[in-house]
């Protein structure tokens, strides 16, 4: 039985975001209380109805939270969470897919304009006092997106935005989703995921926007790399699994590629060792694609959409997972 709304409790857990806050001015009037470090956590877990949480949670938090019964995930990807442990201890747990979407394809197109424009390169001889002159040598020229391809390698919320953005750019953009069928989303072409060796030679911008699945993990490996143009850039605001950093690390040391934009690594925060660092073609941002000003706010609204469902005795939650 989901508790009422005079007996629920709601525990907000992150290490900076600012849901409490942002959730007491809505006044609802629903108790909550807010943590910001697993083991404050770990200790107070048990007075929680209701959670919203990413980073923090860990599946051994189940046997403590007896009272739990909803998760309201701060992200879209859920991989941390144990599907099956959740449903055993009856909570139910939906995803925050969307709450983001403006805010990353917006990042995404950020870090297309900042290779295109070569932006971090200006930045750095801005550090350096340094005026470049003009350049005889087309190849180290800022360059125009008109009249490029952007492939887009998932086709939902993003990526379709991100289409649409580009468009007002005038490129020519291919999608590439599970189900072509599902519909363009903004494109001028879009195919199935298993024709994406066949379209990197033509792209000049592959723009990663899928989730994280046993079927993108490594998806842009070796091969795939070597498909790709030597003038192409690469930009990641998927997950960092779904490139080969490796092999990526590889390419961009060889002139495999010109350049990469990423926001997202497969260990993060992103080891001081890591060449990516100090690559002069690449642009690392701290996965922040998402992190914008209006994000607490979005959350909050999936969670107290849900909750009405839940009162209402729905079966269906919006983004559900368990």
Not at 268 to 285: F, H
Not at 309 to 321: D, P
């Amino acid at each position: 039985m989901f508790p009422t709304r005079d007996n629920i409790t709601i525990c907000f857990a992150h290490v900076a975001y600012q849901f409490q806050m942002q959730f007491e001015k809505r006044n609802t009037g629903l108790k909550s209380f807010e943590v910001r470090t697993r083991d404050e956590l770990e200790s107070r877990i048990g007075g929680a109805d209701v959670l919203l949480i990413s980073g923090l949670w860990r599946n051994d938090l189940v046997p403590l939270a007896g009272k739990l019964r909803f998760i309201q995930s701060i992200s879209a990807g859920v991989d941390q969470y144990d599907r099956d442990a959740l449903a055993a201890a009856a909570i139910r747990l939906a995803s925050a897919q969307g709450a983001n979407a403006s805010a990353v394809s917006e990042h995404a197109f950020a870090l297309i304009l900042a290779l295109a424009r070569r932006l971090p390169e200006a930045r750095d001889n801005q550090h350096r006092k340094f005026w470049r002159g003009m350049l005889g040598d087309l190849t180290r020229r800022e360059d125009e997106l008109g009249g490029k391809t952007l492939l887009i390698v998932g086709l939902g919320r993003i990526g379709g935005r991100v289409a649409r953005l580009a468009k007002a750019f005038d490129m020519h953009v291919i999608g590439l989703r599970r189900d072509p069928t599902a519909g363009n989303n903004g494109t001028d072409e879009v195919h199935g995921i298993e024709h994406l060796h066949a379209l990197l030679p033509r792209a000049d911008v592959v723009a990663l926007t899928c989730p994280l699945t046993p079927q993108t993990e490594n998806l842009i490996d070796t091969n795939a790399l070597r498909l790709m143009k030597p003038s192409a850039h690469l930009v990641n605001c998927a997950r960092g699994r779904v490139v080969d950093e490796t092999a990526l690390i590889a390419c961009l040391q060889n002139d495999g590629i010109a350049a990469a934009g990423i926001d997202v690594t497969v260990e993060e925060p992103l080891p001081r060792s890591s060449p990516l660092w100090d690559l002069p073609n690449v642009l690392v941002t701290p996965h922040t694609g998402g992190e914008t000003r209006h994000y607490e706010d979005n959350v909050i609204d999936l969670l107290m959409e849900n909750l009405a469902r839940l009162w209402r005795g729905e079966i269906g939650l919006r983004n559900q997972v368990v």
